[in-house]
């Protein structure tokens, strides 16, 4: 099984702030990696998908990039609706998918 | 536009058998362009797959579930199922189902997701 390791676990960002999230997996899954936005309470919103391509109607602010084994996920300028918990999600052997332990970004 | 929608028991006793369904609106559960998902989230943790099925029956499960879970659909209904067996309090948590884009995938869009405590 594809292991899928995001780091940081959390991070504490202001409004305005380049955020940076990683995601590597155990071994190469080419681009076939997915980002979620999660808020408190709320069902997971797909963002990116296929490592870089934006989902319809997400903010160009939200970016993805990688290939292979590392990828991240990139907030160009932190808004007050972005904090919440990403999470990355592999499907290399589709339609088995692997999720990563999520990464929480917290105000500063 | 497409929505899906799980109903099921919130409380399950340990042991027994949790069931949920996932009823879809807005389109056909029988498109050749998708699978159909469950994914679940302990109290406070991250996601974990459970399964896909197709909706020809085709499954894939979670190696950590798959002697306890159980996916069907059913098109007449355009609706899917899930079936936790023996179900303990490590199986509380909310359960979403959602759409999969095949070939090479992601979830889209998602149930609202219920909560589904194991307790006696």
Redesign the interface.
């Known amino acids: 099984?594809i292991q899928m390791t995001q780091s940081p676990s959390s991070v504490s960002a202001s409004v305005g702030d380049r955020v940076t999230i990683t995601c590597r997996a155990s071994r190469g899954i080419?681009n076939?990696l997915?980002w979620?936005q999660?808020k408190p309470g709320?069902?997971?919103?797909?963002l990116i998908?296929?490592a870089s391509s934006l989902?319809s109607g997400v903010p160009s602010r939200f970016s993805g990039s990688g290939s292979g084994t590392d990828f991240t996920l990139t907030i160009s300028s932190l808004q007050p609706e972005d904090f919440a918990t990403y999470?990355c999600?592999e499907?290399?052997n589709?339609?088995?998918?692997?999720?990563?332990?999520?990464t929480k970004v917290e105000t500063k | 536009q497409l929505q899906l929608q799980e109903s099921g028991p919130g409380l399950v006793k340990p042991s027994e058998t949790l069931s949920l369904t996932c009823s879809v609106s807005g389109g056909s559960i029988s498109s050749s362009n998708y699978y159909w998902g469950w994914i679940r989230q302990p109290p406070g943790k991250g996601l974990e797959w459970i399964g896909n099925i197709y909706y020809s029956g085709s499954t894939y499960y979670n190696a950590s579930l798959k002697s306890r879970v159980t996916i069907s659909v059913d098109t007449s209904k355009n609706q899917f199922s899930l079936k936790l067996s023996s179900v303990t309090a490590a199986d509380t948590a909310v359960y979403y189902c959602a759409r999969y884009h095949i070939p090479r995938g992601w979830f889209d869009p998602w149930g609202q997701g219920t909560l589904v405590t194991v307790s006696s």
């Open positions: 099984d080419s076939w997915a979620y999660q709320k069902a997971p919103r797909l998908y296929a989902q999470y999600q499907a290399n589709s339609p088995q998918v692997t999720f990563g332990g999520g």
